[in-house]
Nanobody, 121 residues
């Protein structure tokens, strides 16, 4: 399975921004759909955003308009630009490949360590 390494997390004040990165063990151009997920304490892991090899994106309602998913030119990294962060965004953020864009689609790669995002004053 494809492996991923997430980075870019940290401590940010409410209303601030962070840009997360995810590098894959294989070129993501060969992967149809890449996605970002997060898991907060006491919460289930939730899907946040997806992007296809054609650039089609899909976002969860909770982050729509605030987060932007993208692929880089090297085709081995995806990003999550997070703006207007609030304490409810505090979680460990993960990336993975995904079987589809529809709700209930499963991941197809291996879960990495994730990167911690903490939104606090």
């Amino acid at each position: 399975q494809v492996q991923f390494v997430e980075s870019g997390g940290g401590l940010v004040q409410p209303g601030g921004s962070l840009r997360l990165s995810c590098t894959a063990s294989e070129t993501i151009s060969s992967i149809y759909i890449m996605a970002w997920y997060r898991q907060a304490p006491g919460r289930k892991r939730e899907h946040l955003a997806s992007i296809t090899s054609f650039g089609v994106t899909d976002y969860a309602d909770s982050v729509k308009g605030r987060f932007t998913i993208s692929r880089d030119g090297a085709q081995n990294t995806i990003y999550l630009q997070m703006n207007d962060l609030n304490p409810e965004d505090t979680a460990v953020y993960y990336c993975n490949s995904r079987s589809g864009l529809r709700r209930g689609s499963t991941v197809t790669g291996t879960w990495g360590q994730g990167t911690q995002v903490t939104v606090s004053s």
